[in-house]
């Protein structure tokens, strides 16, 4: 039984492998999409959410330049 599978696998010598540059940029080429695949798994709409972001970056930049200015000059009036 052993000597029949050892036939049917490629020798060492038939076995092509990249060289080591090749290797890291298709390493790097998979990482890149799982990168991508994670970030947009469970969205339905990505430019929506990209949009979400940006506003909710610019509001908490607001709130830091009103902190950083002495905070808002809001009133609390009690009738």
């Known amino acids: 039984m052993g000597i029949f599978t050892s036939c049917c696998k490629p ?3 038939d076995v092509l492998t990249p060289d080591a540059e090749t290797r890291r940029r ?3 080429e ?3 999409r799982r990168r991508i695949e994670e970030a947009s798994r469970g969205v339905k709409d990505p430019e ?3 949009r979400a972001q940006q506003r909710s970056e610019e509001m908490e ?3 830091q ?3 950083s200015a002495g905070g808002a000059n809001l009133k ?3 009738n």
């Open 11 to 13: 020798s060492a010598a």
């Open 26 to 28: 298709q390493q790097v």
């Open 30 to 32: 998979a990482a890149e």
């Open 48 to 50: 929506r959410m990209r």
């Open 61 to 63: 930049r607001r709130e």
């Open 65 to 67: 330049e009103l902190n």
């Open 76 to 78: 609390w009036t009690a």
